[in-house]
């Protein structure tokens, strides 16, 4: 278990990480790519903005932290509210995959993209996916903070949803989230009180429990990489072909495999697939400095979820035009990539300043609190930041954590006044 002794450490570390692993697999890995020097001042300006944000809550006056006299009330009707929403969220996966898109027939990978071309996706089921797609996260969260007593009769059917939930991110063709979600839960995990690490479930599970877990995260890993074989296969061909058409679609030098044996370069040409993946960001994000792009999408990239709502509610067409205007649709461009392309440098700066602030502000009472809801929404921040160089969870995974969160606490806000009213 690391230990951080303060939130500058803490978020530091985090950044440290991810860029440091991020540039390492760009400029060394099996790839290369075209690389424009604008990137270099949008990544320094994200970085300024984010520590000017820090600095500027840090020295905020701050509230004592006053342990909640309601709090056990409260904790009681987030898990009810919790356990019944994750509920209606399997129902509603279950019946959107293998009822309407046939996933046990297809299988996901072509159930996913029958989504898509039926449009189901932005239907009403599939925007009430979105919104509760958080509740197994929240669920799990759970079971991570409170002891198995605080949870109480609730224990079993919190636990076997969330899990079941968890998984079923895969019948939708979610890879992101479900890997997204176990770095989540992982923040969730080091913002864990350590007074209450000594006695809560995650120290109570026994050692053949930990490893069945370690095995379900790596079979599940396995799965999402194999989907990417399950993909050539679906376009008919091969991994191989898959990973040399990169310098033909996207302009990039792959190294071919060191191997001769073919198992060992199916693996290689995987491991490339991957890396391209987790890398590309910037090289996309080249081409728009290169053709001197102007910034017309006006948030549509950065918070792409808020504006589909919008098109369903009043049957515009705001997402799709935006999306018309981008070099390639559906390509990440990372969080700071999609938030210069909708608001220029001057929106990386703002939007990494109120970043700064909010992950400070949300690590400070995360860190000394057991708040359920705040310990996660802290977690989703770290997440958003750890993964900012290659993917915008912002743009899908956060959003639906975020909208999720919100349900959960204007329930408990709901009943709470209803409960004072009544007394």
């Not at 059917?157 to 019948?171: A, E, R």
């Amino acid at each position: 278990m690391i230990v951080f002794p303060n939130n500058f450490y803490f978020i530091t570390n985090i950044l440290i990480i991810s860029w440091s692993s991020f540039l390492l697999l760009f400029f060394f890995g099996p790839i290369q790519y075209p690389y424009s020097s604008e990137i270099f001042y949008l990544n320094l300006i994200f970085f300024i903005g984010f520590y000017f944000g820090y600095f500027f809550y840090s020295l905020l006056p701050k509230k004592i932290i006053v342990k909640n006299k309601n709090e056990n009330n409260e904790n009681s009707l987030i898990i009810k509210a919790t356990l019944l929403f994750s509920l209606l969220y399997l129902i509603l996966v279950i019946y959107d995959s293998l009822i309407a898109g046939n996933v046990l027939e297809y299988g996901i990978t072509v159930a996913r993209e029958m989504m898509y071309y039926e449009g189901r996706r932005g239907s009403v089921i599939g925007m009430l996916n979105i919104l509760l797609g958080g509740m197994p996260i929240i669920g799990i969260t759970i079971l991570i903070v409170l002891k198995k007593e605080e949870i109480g009769n609730y224990f079993y059917l919190l636990l076997g949803s969330s899990i079941l939930g968890i998984f079923s991110y895969f019948l939708s063709g979610g890879r992101n989230f479900f890997v997204i979600s176990l770095f989540v839960l992982f923040f969730v995990y080091l913002l864990q009180n350590k007074n209450r690490q000594k006695t809560n479930l995650l120290k109570k599970i026994k050692t053949k429990y930990k490893i069945l877990i370690a095995i379900l995260i790596l079979l599940s890993i396995s799965y999402v990489l194999y989907l990417f074989i399950e993909r050539a296969e679906l376009r008919g061909i091969t991994v191989y072909d898959t990973a040399m058409n990169l310098e033909r679609d996207f302009g990039v030098k792959v190294t071919l495999s060191p191997f001769q044996n073919e198992f060992l370069s199916l693996i290689y040409y995987i491991f490339v697939m991957l890396v391209f993946y987790i890398t590309h960001s910037l090289s996309l994000l080249s081409e728009y400095f290169y053709i001197n792009y102007e910034q017309l999408l006006g948030g549509v990239n950065t918070f792409p979820l808020f504006t589909m709502f919008i098109d369903k509610i009043f049957e515009t067409s705001f997402y799709q035009e935006a999306m018309n205007k981008l070099l390639l649709n559906g390509i990440y461009l990372s969080l700071l990539g999609r938030v210069y392309l909708d608001f220029s440098f001057f929106g990386v700066f703002m939007v990494s300043f109120f970043l700064g602030i909010i992950l400070n502000y949300t690590l400070s009472r995360a860190r000394y609190s057991d708040g359920i809801l705040i310990k996660l929404v802290s977690a989703t921040m770290c997440a958003t930041i750890l993964l900012m160089p290659m993917y915008n969870i912002l743009a899908g995974t956060a959003i639906s954590i975020i909208l999720s969160i919100f349900i959960i606490y204007f329930t408990k806000v709901f009943f709470l006044r209803k409960n004072d009213v009544q007394r």
